[in-house]
């Protein structure tokens, strides 16, 4: 069976979420950008310092990927970016702008009938045969939550909606198992689908039957209609109406950003402008969404609230691609994300450029 793997242990869990931090933060300026917090489905685990770094071949990162990069583990895995990892084969590779925005790993195994998605925020990665995070990726916070699958036909339908709706852009995959006529080997071969007329909200469950919720959407549903510069932001516009509710989002921010309001429903996504780990008795660990590249929110007026970690950011240029974000709930976690955000202090009613 195929799943993800604790840190350091390598046991077996429904799910972990690893949370990198920048370099050059705590109270020395010190971070290296290898160190991550960490949390998994084993309830007591909270969210926590871990004790080895990513540049550890046993952080659940690591362990995790290990499996399918074993060349005798017959796994079967698909690999996207939308900026490809430089190779010694490959050391410039060209990126289609018109591919989603989107990032994540899909591994499965028809023979044990089982799989784990891997959606992540980190630019250039992985490699194919990579277990440890590349030192040119170190610079900002990224977010990593990887899921099992309960079966192999989920991995199928997962590869259906990454083609159609993320337009994700695959640079590597593994099919020992799959058929021609299969969603996986279409995804990892670029086979065109028609395009969807709307978002998907796809609920799966994970090997021990916790749900999850794939929010995806293509860029023809998200796009400025003729004749304007502002289309619909995959948070406001989609993830908080889909689950009815309010939404504090972390993501980079480097451009104009949507309108924290949605008119239409009152709905409200605010950004956060700082993470502060004190809260979580790690004082002096603080930094602004500048030096962040995660993209993560938490659902403010739910109890207990949703996570949503993603690979769509809340710039309007995001209109223009695909993308996506899983939504689940783990109130353990919820509660320490919504104790280390600083949320900026004015509902923005307008697109507008945010400062920490």
């Not at 583990?73 to 430089?86: A, K, R, V």
């Not at 993501?251 to 008119?263: H, K, M, P, Q």
């Not at 995660?294 to 950011?313: E, H, R, T, V, Y």
């Amino acid at each position: 069976m195929i799943s993800p793997l604790s840190n350091q242990s390598g046991q077996v869990v429904d799910w972990w979420f690893s949370y990198k931090l920048p370099v050059n933060i705590g109270p020395k300026k010190n971070t290296t950008g290898y160190e991550f917090l960490y949390s998994d489905s084993i309830a007591e685990n909270g969210l926590s310092q871990s004790p080895i770094s990513l540049d550890h071949p046993e952080s659940a990162l690591g362990l995790t990927l290990d499996q399918i990069f074993s060349p005798e583990s017959g796994y079967g895995y698909i690999l996207w970016n939308d900026e490809i990892p430089p190779t010694p084969e490959n050391p410039n590779p060209k990126n289609k702008g018109t591919k989603g925005h989107t990032k994540g790993v899909l591994a499965f195994s028809k023979k044990t009938n089982s799989g784990f998605y891997l959606l992540h925020s980190t630019p250039r990665f992985p490699t194919e045969g990579a277990k440890v995070l590349p030192d040119y990726e170190r610079k900002f916070g990224q977010t990593y939550l990887c899921v099992s699958l309960k079966d192999y036909d989920t991995a199928n339908q997962l590869a259906e909606i990454l083609n159609a709706q993320h337009e994700a852009q695959v640079y590597a995959s593994h099919l020992p198992e799959t058929g021609t006529e299969e969603a996986l080997f279409k995804f990892a071969n670029g086979v065109p689908t028609p395009k969807p007329t709307a978002p998907v909200h796809f609920q799966f469950e994970t090997h021990n039957g916790v749900q999850f919720s794939l929010i995806a959407k293509n860029k023809s549903w998200s796009m400025p209609p003729k004749g304007t510069k502002i289309g619909k932001d995959f948070w406001k516009d989609l993830v908080g109406p889909t689950l009815k509710c309010d939404i504090d989002v972390e993501s980079w921010r480097r451009g104009v950003v949507f309108a924290d309001l949605d008119a239409g429903i009152s709905d409200i996504t605010e950004d956060i402008v700082d993470v502060d780990l004190s809260q979580i008795g790690m004082k002096g660990f603080t930094w602004a969404f500048e030096k962040d590249h995660a993209k993560w929110g938490i659902a403010i007026n739910l109890q207990p609230g949703f996570i949503i970690i993603s690979d769509i950011n809340r710039q309007i240029s995001q209109a223009n691609r695909g993308g996506g974000g899983l939504a689940f709930q783990a109130p353990e976690l919820w509660n320490l994300l919504d104790q280390i955000q600083i949320k900026e202090k004015n509902v923005e009613t307008d697109p507008h450029k945010d400062q920490s």
